[in-house]
Nanobody, 123 residues
Framework: QVQLVESGGGLVQAGDSLRLSCAAS????????MGWFRQAPGKERRFVAY????????YYTGSVKGRFTISRDNANNMLYLQMNSLKPEDTAVYYC????????????????WGQGTQVTVSS
């Protein structure tokens, strides 16, 4: 079993930055590929970013490219999402999840979701 716990969300103003963290634990955790998703009120959960096992390959949804950076610290089983130049449309609950070995933006390909952390960006 794998447990994921997100943190770092909050209320910020447009243009500010936040760094989200995802702490992974569990006997079967072997530093798999990971992803970040977000879900705004009344909308479906959507892909944000993906990182492979080594951290050498990353993918982003178009709306966050150049503003968000996904990274990982395998020694400490941590996943991060650095979010810069935040916009009101980034407001959502952000989730980390264990991803497939190959890149996929489809949430159905991900397992072991965290409980989420709220990010609210005011204009």
């Amino acid at each position: 079993q794998v447990q994921l716990v997100e943190s770092g969300g909050g209320l910020v103003q447009a243009g500010d930055s936040l760094r989200l963290s995802c702490a992974a634990s569990g006997r079967t955790f072997r530093n798999p590929a990971m992803g970040w998703f977000r879900q705004a009120p009344g909308k479906e959960r959507r892909f944000v970013a993906y990182i492979n096992t080594s951290g050498g390959a990353t993918y982003y949804t178009g709306s966050v490219k150049g503003r968000f950076t996904i990274s990982r610290d395998n020694a400490n089983n941590m996943l991060y999402l650095q979010m810069n130049s935040l916009k009101p449309e980034d407001t959502a609950v952000y989730y980390c999840a264990v991803g497939p070995a190959y890149y996929s933006p489809n949430s159905k390909d991900y397992a072991y979701w965290g409980q989420g952390t709220q990010v609210t960006v005011s204009s």
